[in-house]
T-cell receptor, first 116, second 112 residues
Framework: IAGITQAPTSQILAAGRRMTLRCTQD?????MYWYRQDLGLGLRLIHY???????GKGEVPDGYSVSRANTDDFPLTLASAVPSQTSVYFC???????????????FGEGSRLTVL | GESVGLHLPTLSVQEGDNSIINCAYS??????FIWYKQESGKGPQFIID?????DKRQGQRVTVLLNKTVKHLSLQIAATQPGDSAVYFC???????????FGAGTRLAVHP
């Protein structure tokens, strides 16, 4: 089934460790996004990429980095994890970065990260 | 800054009844609005969208109403079913998906 694959599904991590959350889409979408979801706060955009080779900062980018070497993959890295980064992380993609122009925003199933 | 509020954090309805989920937004420049559904343990799923040049749009069992004058939109679900139980988010935005602002969500609980 076409869509977005995130890995790992769940991870417990010691503070200070480096962690990369993986995201792969097979829809050949140009734009990809990383969100975090915390109870009572909704989804907040961390970083995005409108096309391979470019990235941009979202609402809460501090402590996170991304890369977009090709169309399909958009990994999110926590260089030195802190407890406040405990959250559920969602990767998403869209055919175009322009909302409403080309279909919808598709989400993965999420990666639950706990930083102790 | 932009804020998105929801009038009811939890909505309980009887199976077969119609459900109305409301959403208020603050940025009058928002020109595109999306509703998402999120079931427990899953990622958000697109339901329906509406542009600012429309005041109503209908899908399968769902209708979105937009009132730009008061910066309010609603999602109406007809003949609510147990499978509709989920958290519903509205997301106003303009220009790009990276501009979308997601509300905290309203939980819809459908009772038999």
């Amino acid at each position: 089934i076409a869509g977005i694959t995130q890995a790992p599904t769940s991870q417990i991590l010691a503070a200070g460790r480096r962690m990369t959350l993986r995201c792969t889409q097979d829809m050949r979408h140009n734009a990809m996004y990383w969100y975090r979801q915390d109870l009572g706060l909704g989804l907040r955009l961390i970083h995005y990429s409108n096309t391979a080779g470019t990235t941009g900062k979202g609402e809460v980018p501090d402590g996170y980095s991304v890369s977009r070497a090709n169309t399909d993959d958009f990994p999110l890295t926590l260089a030195s994890a802190v407890p406040s980064q405990t959250s559920v992380y969602f990767c998403a993609s869209s055919e175009s970065g322009l909302a409403g122009d080309h279909g919808e925003l598709f989400f993965g199933e999420g990666s639950r990260l706990t930083v102790l | 800054g932009e804020s998105v509020g929801l009038h009811l954090p939890t909505l309980s309805v009887q199976e077969g009844d119609n459900s109305i989920i409301n959403c208020a937004y603050s940025n009058s420049a928002s020109d595109y609005f999306i509703w998402y559904k999120q079931e427990s343990g899953k990622g958000p799923q697109f339901i329906i969208d509406i542009r600012s040049n429309m005041d109503k749009r209908q899908g399968q069992r769902v209708t979105v109403l937009l009132n730009k004058t008061v910066k309010h939109l609603s999602l109406q679900i007809a003949a609510t079913q147990p499978g509709d139980s989920a958290v519903y988010f509205c997301a106003p935005g303009g220009g790009g998906y990276n501009k979308l602002i997601f509300g905290a969500g309203t939980r819809l609980a459908v009772h038999p």
